[in-house]
């Protein structure tokens, strides 16, 4: 069972694609998303939150699972944009197979293309509001 102890988020964010630019805006002076207490961080080992997005393949695939891996418990996953969420722009016939599914749970959906900051920040809000348990 997961639960939230703490009152800050530590975000990784995996991926490639313009969703990136988007998430990251969310950090700069205009959103201001460290007042709710959340952080980017550049190593999976100090995350809370794994963040996909872009587009992937069988390794960027592999990549992830490897993250996920990484990552100190209670760990969370939000998918964000288009690429993730519905189809790869890029490759179409690309999908996340069962056995990634089966491993990395999906917490949060933001769809868009690319979303908005103000949408990904309520998907963050929403999980120090109320995480969910497994």
């Not at 991926?15 to 550049?42: H, L, M, W």
């Not at 963040?51 to 969370?76: C, D, H």
Request: contains cysteine; glycine residues 6%.
């Amino acid at each position: 069972m997961k639960s939230l102890v703490k009152n800050n988020l530590n975000l990784f964010v995996a991926g490639f694609g313009c969703c990136k630019q988007e998430i990251f805006a969310a950090s700069g002076p205009v959103y201001d998303i460290s007042r709710f207490g959340i952080n980017f961080t550049s190593i999976p080992e100090e995350s809370d939150v794994l963040v996909i997005q872009g587009f992937y393949n069988k390794e960027g695939q592999s990549r992830l699972l490897k993250y996920y891996a990484r990552m100190r418990e209670p760990k969370w996953v939000i998918a964000v944009g288009k690429c993730v969420v519905d189809c790869n722009l890029l490759n179409k016939s690309f999908q996340f197979d069962d056995g990634f599914r089966e491993i990395i749970n999906v917490d949060f959906f933001v769809p868009g293309c690319p979303p908005r900051p103000e949408a990904f920040m309520y998907a963050i809000l929403r999980l120090l509001e109320s995480p969910p348990d497994y």
